[in-house]
């Protein structure tokens, strides 16, 4: 096919406005502007008629059926959450967590918590051992010298039966002395 | 969720930021057929729209908590599908020239054909239609063709249109003119 005809251009100054007029992007002034110089200028008005056979053809879409949408829609969800899933992949951690779940574990967590401070603050002491008065340490300081204290006191009573003991233990010395010596002579 | 169907995007979005996915999904299904044109308008391949806009879906998503709601979400969501739309196209420009020179070899064929047997019908006329459109869109440098297929495509706004690109709105009309005069040049005759 061949051009049959050679094309006629619209003024051009007007070919810009002609076709935002055809768009209807013009200002109110330039609509008025426009309309005037049609009603007197043939090939701009030849040109008008051209956009307005041509366009709309060019724009016609292809109708694609509701089948491809449906699947272009369910693809587009899947693509979407295929890039939830590698973005927050650790919340596959907690997938099998249900709702009831998590408050669940929350309270038993807290409770944990609470009992472990007041434990750990010595708050609630659950013993029922009587209370042992600990010795100062001062005092502990001289325990090993209070035992030899009481263990001089033991060596001074002993000293004192000792002492009562003596006078007959040097009359049985006396008496063993003689017999040891029956040879001596006076 | 059918609640949520009634939320507007930027409470469907504030939602998302706090982890609710199914508000995100909501979104999906709200801009899903808008995404996938604009990406099949690109590629003119249905399986290469459809990994473009799903892969925009996720980016979206994956930074949903830096979107500050400066723009309006499809604004900025947008702009993630045509961004990703013209990285495929750099990256496999090669292929789409190869694939352009096959289609220009059939359509040539094609005429002969007609042109020796039959006389051309509405589906044949349809057809070239499309072809030229595509060749001149191919052929189109690339924010020409971004302005133009989100304004006559999408039905964005040339403010929206500006912001998805990142440009102003006056070169955005500069664009889009002159990507109109270059398509009405390709298809006059069949007019």
Redesign the interface.
Known sequence: MKTSAPLKSACKQYEEDLVLHYYGENSEGERHSVERHLADCDPCRLFLEDLRKLLPQITQAEEMPQSFWDNYYRETVSKLTSYDEKKYWWRSFFAPMRTWMVPAFGSLAAAVLVVGLMFGNDKLNLSIEPRVERIPQEILADKSQLEFFESMEILEALSKLEAQDEPKTDVINHDAGRAAMPGQVA | MAEQQELRDEELVALSQQGQ?DC??VL??RY??KA??IA?NFTRD?ETA?DLS?DA??RA??NIKQFDGRSSFYTWFYRIVVNLCLDHARRHRRVAWESLDQMAEESGEQ?QF??STFA?DEHAI?G??KRR?DKTLETMPKKQRTAFLL???QGL??ADVAKVMKTTEGTV??Y??RA??A???S?????
Do not use: G
């Open positions: 996915r995100f999904d999906v299904r899903m057929e996938f044109h099949f249905t459809k799903q879906f996720l998503y994956a005429e007609a042109d051309p349809a070239e239609t459109v304004r006559n495509h706004s040339i009309r500069v889009l003119h109109v005069a398509l009405r040049q298809l006059l005759e069949f007019v």
